[in-house]
């Protein structure tokens, strides 16, 4: 039976689309049934749970009568027009803006990694350096089972007697007074006689791998051993025994002429021109006030002349100092015989931070390379040779930093050798032509007009010339001199200085005898 409409209720038409305590969910369609409406509240939870299990809608309380009505709400909207809702955004990925962030910095950070390695490479990369087979050694290794030239060598120095008064090792010897001579000379006689059986043996072996053992030039009792021997030919001198005066002198070339070719160390050529200078000041000082025959002094004169140091020799110590520095770094990797390693070291330098060795023994073989080519030039020989695009000692932040310095500090040690081997030969020079000067006033009783008068009278096979210019030597006989231009190739009209040569700018020797007016010899005519 229909239930007549009555003003105190609200029509279904006219109830609210939305109920319940949640503003967002849409109406049961039991709602909008009149019969539905009007069923005991048991029929309608039953029929409730059939038609939604999941989500029920809380039960609809009739309003009293007296109430006013409720104002009308919009009508509903049919649940199959509704519009769905946007899915729902996982908990796990953040937000848009957050995720174009998370991708920029993910972008720097690969970026700066990236740099980070590309620096590390450069830092640590140490390529293999190039060929090096121009610089080494071309003289064959010496076989010889053992060698007793080392040992007698330690011996001698080993008995040399310190000198008592110290102010000794900085004078002259032949300005030293008579007693102290004797005393000096007296008191290393057996380093004297242990020196002597050195000189006499047969021969050194230079290229044998006994000198590699340990470096016989670096001590510093040398400098004493070189004094001795000028003591020896100024006392001798004293005592009126000039041949063996002169053979002491010329003890002390035969020293640098012993020591030249010992490439094992680069001490040893050092020492081998600090001994050739000694010979030539002490020759200058004898040769200036000599009485010996014109016989004797050919004799002194061919011995000194074989123990000039040569341009050639010096080239070929590039290449073994090349080598020597690349053992140093190396090792055994170098691939250079076990026997030849420095001081018998078999294990490889130790690493720094920032140093690359096959880069700085790259660096060794430009700089030796430069080195041997510029011996020859005379230029080279009147200053420290300045090598091209090599790197200072000062400290930077480069990959190899602690190569370049390390390379800086071992070249100061061979860029001044063509400086030093010049001024040896310009003072070689200056002794071999004095020798010849000395044989014509023995034996024609009168200096010569010139030079080249040397050469005709057979005291000369060839005029020597100064190795700073490649023109003949300075000459002047009024005032009995005879000087090479120096290393600043420009000529003070000599200089003397005590000891002789001493000066590099004007190394000038004198002749002992200087005649003021003018004579005539052969075809010359003296100035």
Request: proline content about 10%; some cysteine.
């Amino acid at each position: 039976m229909i239930r007549p409409h009555t003003p105190s209720e609200t029509p279904a038409d006219n109830r609210p689309a939305h109920s319940g305590p949640s503003r967002g969910a849409w109406m049961s369609p039991w709602q909008l049934d009149h019969e539905w409406q009007d069923a005991p509240p048991a029929r309608k939870r039953s029929l409730i749970e059939e038609d939604e299990p999941v989500e029920r809608t809380p039960e609809l309380r009739t309003r009293p009568a007296a109430q006013a009505p409720e104002p009308i709400p919009e009508p509903a909207v049919p649940r199959m027009t509704m519009r769905q809702a946007p899915p729902a955004r996982s908990p796990h990925l953040p937000p848009p803006g957050e995720r174009e962030a998370s991708w920029s910095t993910l972008t720097v950070l690969s970026l700066g990694l990236l740099v980070c390695v590309f620096i590390a490479w450069v830092y640590l990369d140490d390529p293999e350096f190039g060929a090096d087979e121009d610089l080494k050694l071309r003289r064959p290794v010496d076989q010889t089972l053992t060698l007793q030239t080392p040992e007698k060598l330690r011996r001698f120095l080993d008995s040399l007697v310190p000198f008592e008064d110290t102010a000794l090792y900085g004078k002259p010897p032949w300005l030293w007074d008579t007693p102290t001579l004797a005393r000096v000379v007296q008191s290393n006689g057996a380093a004297l006689d242990n020196l002597r059986d050195l000189l006499e043996d047969a021969d050194w072996h230079p290229a044998h791998s006994a000198w590699h053992a340990a470096d016989p030039c670096s001590d510093p009792r040398w400098h004493q051993a070189l004094r001795l021997k000028q003591a020896e030919a100024a006392y001798l001198s004293r005592r009126m025994q000039e041949e063996e005066a002169f053979t002491a002198a010329i003890d002390l070339a035969e020293i640098g002429w012993r020591l030249e070719p010992l490439w094992a160390w680069p001490s040893c050529y050092q020492r081998s021109l600090q001994a050739q200078t000694c010979a030539t000041q002490t020759l200058a000082d004898l040769l200036r006030q000599t009485k010996l025959p014109e016989a004797t002094l050919r004799q002194f004169q061919r011995q000194f002349s074989v123990c000039q140091p040569s341009v050639e020799l010096l080239e070929g110590a590039m290449n073994a100092f090349y080598v020597h520095e690349k053992k140093l770094i190396l090792g055994p990797k170098s691939g250079e015989l076990a026997d030849t390693m420095p001081g018998g070291a078999q294990l490889q330098r130790p690493g720094r931070l920032f140093f690359k060795p096959n880069e700085t023994v790259q660096l060794f073989a430009h700089a030796f390379r430069q080195l041997r080519d510029e011996a020859k030039a005379p230029l080279a020989q009147t200053s420290e040779v300045r090598l091209k695009n090599a790197p200072t000692a000062r400290g930077s932040f480069q990959p190899n930093t602690e190569g370049q310095v390390y390379f800086a500090h071992r070249m100061k040690t061979y860029t001044p050798l063509p400086a030093f081997l010049g001024l040896a030969r310009a003072r070689g020079n200056l002794i071999v032509t004095l020798f010849a000067i000395r044989r014509c006033i023995a034996e024609k009783k009168t200096l010569p007009a010139t030079l080249e008068q040397l050469r005709t009278f057979n005291y000369l096979l060839d005029v020597p010339v100064d190795p700073y210019t490649g023109a003949p030597l300075q000459y002047n006989l009024s005032r009995g001199l005879l000087w090479s231009v120096g290393n600043d190739l420009k000529s003070a009209g000599g200089v003397p200085t005590e000891p002789p040569m001493n000066d590099a700018t004007e190394p000038t020797a004198e002749l002992g005898i200087a005649v003021a007016a003018e004579v005539k010899i052969g075809v010359g005519t003296a100035r």
